[in-house]
Every structure is written in structure tokens, then in C-alpha cells.
């Protein structure tokens, strides 16, 4: 069955960009998926299909996907950015998330 | 509001059975496939399953097929999840959440989630 990894976690000085990836085996022929979850809450969509943001998201989050990695990209990160990230794809109509990547600010 | 309400959740055996029910409201239900996901206490993400915009197809994991049933009812905007032979691997949060559209394309992404009821096995 398909997999897609994630860094278990990923630390960031506010104000700098944060950067987390996702693996998966020629991950660039799906479209991929990011979604925020902070401690409590729900998930939010913040990124569908490589790199589009839905509304209300703001343009310091960013997407790419290209080979065997997807990347998001936070800008100007902020404390109010923690939580957890995770990557989501589709294959033969099945969806698989990856394992997540707990995004400290500190 | 655009807004999806989950119910049904509770404490069961292990080889018992649940059934989860999710209202829609605020938008055009019959337009979207829906999903249910869920987190075991800790842990991350699992998918369970789909159902399209008319029910006419539905996808499980491969972790609950021949034990979960998704199902839908487009006159009054809900959508269920029929559990059976209940595992303890089955704790979790279990969130009703809509496809952007109708079925299941593999461009979209999954644009709202409620707030989720609990599952306990024990």
C-alpha cells in the first residue's frame, strides 16, 4: 500500500520560514494535500492540490510538489502557527495521510 | 454557517457495534462527497472512508472494509458510518468531513470537519 513520511517534528524561530516535507514513492503523479491541526481543534485544510490555498488562508503558507517529495512552506512563522502537519494524497481512491509533523515556534 | 455536527459516539465491547451520524447544514449536500476520518488518542490521521455526492460509490480502508458501512441520505443532509465487530484498535475520534466536490476527484482536499465525536472499545 502507498506511504508517505513525515518528519515527526520540525522547530522554528518566529518570524523565519518553516519547512515540512513529505515523501512518498513518485509522489510528484498525485496531487497532495496539507491540512493544520492545533492542540484541541479540528484539522483545516491550508493547502489543496500541490499548492493552491483555499480562502482565508494566509499567503505565508505555500506548497510545492516535485519528484518524490511535496513541501510546505510557512513564511514570517508566527506562534500562532504550532500545532500539527499533515500531508494527505489519494491513491485508487483510497486516502492516505502521512504520520504528521508537530511544528514547534520557539 | 457552513457546518457538519457528528453523533452517535459512546463506550462498546470489543465484537460490538456503533453507528455514527453526521448532519449537514449550510450548504449544498447533495454537491459533495463526504468522508470519515479518525484519530486514536495521540496519534495521527487515518482515513476510513468515502462516499459520493449520490452514494453510488463507496470506498473504505482497507483497515475497516467488511466491518465499517458508510452510508448517506441526501433528503435530510446526513450521512452515517455503521460500525460492527468493534476492535480496541478502533479508539478514535471519528470526524465527519466533506470532499470539496462530488466524487472524491484526486485534486481535492477535504475543506470541512466537524468537530468530531469519541469511540471507545473497552
Same mark, same amino acid.
Given at each position: ?106 | ?23 449537514? %447544514? ?10 470519515? +476520518? *479518525?484519530?486514536?488518542? !495521540?496519534? =495521527? ?39 460492527? %465487530? ?10 465527519? +468531513? *466533506?470532499?470539496?466536490? !462530488?466524487? =472524491? ?18
Amino acid at each position: 500500500s502507498y506511504e508517505l513520511t513525515q518528519p515527526s517534528s520540525v522547530s522554528v524561530s518566529p518570524g523565519q520560514t518553516a519547512t515540512i516535507t513529505c515523501s512518498g514513492d513518485k509522489l510528484e503523479d498525485k496531487y497532495v494535500c496539507w491540512y493544520q491541526q492545533r492542540p484541541g481543534q479540528s484539522p483545516l485544510l491550508v493547502i489543496s492540490e500541490d499548492s493552491k490555498r483555499p480562502s482565508g488562508i494566509p499567503e505565508r503558507f505555500s506548497g510545492s510538489n516535485s519528484g518524490n517529495t511535496a513541501t510546505l512552506t510557512i513564511r514570517e512563522t508566527q506562534a500562532v502557527d504550532e500545532g500539527d502537519y499533515y500531508c494527505q494524497a489519494r491513491d485508487r481512491k483510497k486516502v492516505i495521510f502521512g504520520g504528521g509533523t508537530k511544528l514547534t515556534v520557539l | 454557517q457552513v457546518q457538519l455536527v457528528e453523533s452517535g459516539g459512546g463506550v462498546v465491547q470489543p465484537g460490538g457495534s456503533l453507528r455514527l451520524s453526521c448532519a449537514a %447544514s449550510g450548504f449544498n449536500f447533495n454537491g459533495h462527497g463526504m468522508h470519515w +476520518v *479518525r484519530q486514536a488518542p !495521540g496519534k =495521527g490521521l487515518e482515513w476510513v472512508a468515502l462516499i459520493w455526492y449520490d452514494g453510488s460509490y463507496k470506498y473504505t480502508a482497507d483497515s475497516v472494509t467488511g466491518r465499517f458501512t458508510i452510508s448517506r441520505d441526501n433528503s435530510k443532509n446526513t450521512v452515517s458510518l455503521q460500525m460492527t %465487530s468493534l476492535r480496541v484498535e478502533d479508539t478514535a475520534v471519528y470526524y465527519c +468531513v *466533506r470532499d470539496e466536490d !462530488g466524487s =472524491g476527484s484526486p485534486t481535492n482536499g477535504m475543506d470541512v470537519w466537524g468537530q468530531g465525536t469519541t469511540v471507545t472499545v473497552s
